[in-house]
């Protein structure tokens, strides 16, 4: 018997709970259901003996039970009540994040750690780290055991974004880039192929999709060749380190490329069609607060990145930055410092980036001086707050577990100049300014980089579809939900439009391969390596 979200019941292990527990679960949740919030509910009925309360786990593990006996209706809303922390799935997609083996890297930045037991630049007890280490770096056993935990603390898994960490993934070899994702999708797909090609057709029909695959790279290993073999490993992010856009600080950090090749990478990515994830680094080597704010602002002018990963300098022991701190060459900015700088710059982030971290979440210990806090977002926009300002991108706007009335959402096109290119980023904003759905499309222009690719000539590319809302299943109706009222299929019906009148003679896609029958529904057709559409 498999459970409403298609998983073998097996998996919902009612033996860890007594039946006794079970039952009060269920006493609590009638509770829930009949409007009581979900902790005062759970201390109305405490455990027999004195032993305290009712965790959501128990929760969860009565209500799965309930469904797959046929005893309860599936119900979202009362499973996202009690969900163990729901703002992971809030965004739409689950995220699965796997660890690549060590592996040397081709830099010397001076602020990285390298312990001889994990990839550069990652330390052993981050929390990552550690899950990546304990099935040692297996991708199989990484991906599997995540879907699993995720599932069990009520996350529905059926839209899998998988993040590849590690690594600058050019620098590995070959046949390790193609077995090590076959078997991430195995993993998702619960069954084995002969190659990687296999896997990805059969996760096309798989319980857990593939939605997104993303890769880390740095600008000097970017080529149009390697961007090639990503799309045919079924990469559609790719993550690279910027740190900064000052050639001085840069150098003075050993980081071993330049801002040309920063751009000319970003402009490969683009013509490519991938989302571009950048990560940029206050109070580098060489930096103060005001070139930061200097740098902060040369990102948008340059580059605009889809996403940003905030990264401030973490002084650690055993780098080479430490000895500069030690000989009293570099002073790491105080909390306070960067609360005041990040607060300074967040507001003048566009409207279509998101914004995924504010600081790197590397346990405080590890931290020689300077900023220890991991909670640095929540400080910035109490900050914000005080000062009446806020900031406008995509994660401070989205609709997360919010209702949505589609017919009072607004379509907007923001349009904006970038490595090569016309960007138009279509939205469904709601009468509040919440972000309800969204999609990237890219027209190159003249000075765009070639890719010679059958696929994208005379080609507009969408870059990407997201709406959203709680991960719900791909296809399944649920009323309210903004991923299932026909955003998505708005938003490509509009591109189309904006790409014809603009002279294109064709859409591509580059689809996810858990996505590709979305796009194949909506009249598009297999390429190469992207699905593509007549105009």
Not at 38 to 43: E, N, W, Y
Not at 219 to 243: I, P, W, Y
């Amino acid at each position: 018997m498999k459970n409403e979200f298609g998983k073998e019941q097996a998996w919902v292990d009612a033996r860890k709970y007594s039946a006794e527990v079970l039952d009060l679960a269920r006493q609590v949740l009638i509770e829930i259901e009949g409007g009581r919030e979900v902790f005062p509910a759970i201390r109305r009925y405490p455990l027999p003996g004195g032993k305290g309360f009712l965790n959501k786990h128990a929760l969860i593990t009565a209500y799965r039970q309930d469904v797959a006996r046929g005893e309860r209706e599936a119900d979202r809303r009362l499973l996202a009540k009690i969900r163990v922390k729901p703002s992971r799935t809030l965004s739409g997609v689950t995220v699965v994040t796997v660890l690549t083996k060590p592996h040397p890297c081709p830099g010397e930045c001076i602020f990285c750690p390298d312990y001889e037991e994990m990839p550069t630049s990652y330390l052993p007890d981050e929390p990552g780290a550690m899950r990546a280490l304990h099935h040692k770096f297996d991708p199989y056993d990484q991906v599997a055991a995540r879907i699993e935990a995720l599932y069990e603390i009520g996350h529905p898994t059926d839209k899998i974004e998988l993040l590849v960490l590690g690594g600058s993934w050019g620098t590995y070899p070959k046949d390790y880039q193609e077995w090590f994702l076959k078997r991430c999708f195995e993993a998702m797909n619960e069954a084995e192929s002969g190659d990687l090609a296999a896997a990805q057709t059969r996760n096309e029909t798989a319980q857990h999709k593939n939605v997104g695959l993303a890769v880390e790279t740095r600008a000097d290993l970017v080529t149009l060749s390697e961007l090639e073999r990503m799309r045919k490993l079924g990469v559609t992010k790719v993550q690279m380190g910027v740190q900064s856009l000052d050639d001085e600080i840069l150098a003075l950090n050993k980081r071993g490329h330049t801002v040309a090749e920063t751009r000319q990478a970003m402009a490969l990515l683009r013509a490519a069609g991938f989302k571009i994830v950048l990560h940029w680094m206050p109070n580098l080597l060489g930096a103060t607060p005001e070139s930061d704010e200097e740098d902060f602002a040369r990102l948008w002018e340059w580059l605009a990145p889809d996403e940003l990963k905030i990264y401030p300098t973490q002084l650690l022991e055993g780098t080479e930055l430490f000895e500069y701190w030690k000989r009293g060459e570099y002073v790491p900015y105080t909390t306070a410092e960067l609360i005041a700088l990040i607060s300074d710059i967040k507001p003048t982030i566009p409207r279509y980036c998101r914004v995924n971290r504010v600081v790197r979440d590397i346990p405080s210990d590890n931290v020689v001086e300077g900023n220890k806090r991991t909670s640095l977002r929540q400080d910035i926009h109490r900050e914000l707050k005080q000062r009446g300002e806020r900031c406008q991108c995509i994660r401070c706007r989205e609709v997360r577990g919010q209702e949505v009335e589609v017919d009072e959402c607004e379509l907007h096109d923001l349009a904006y100049s970038a490595n090569g290119a016309e960007e138009h980023f279509l939205s469904y904003v709601t009468p509040d300014d919440k972000l309800a759905g969204f999609l990237r499309l890219s027209l190159p222009s003249g000075d765009a980089p070639e890719t010679g690719w059958e696929d994208l000539a005379g080609a507009a590319i969408i870059r990407e579809v997201h709406v959203y809302g709680q991960s719900l299943r791909v296809g399944r109706e649920m009323e309210g939900a903004a991923q299932h009222i026909g955003l998505g299929t708005s938003l490509v019906e509009r591109a189309g439009e904006i790409a014809g009148g603009a002279g294109f003679q064709r859409l591509a896609v580059i689809a996810a391969v858990g996505t590709r029958r979305y796009y194949l529904e909506r009249g598009f057709e297999r390429g190469k390596y992207y699905l593509v559409k007549g105009l």
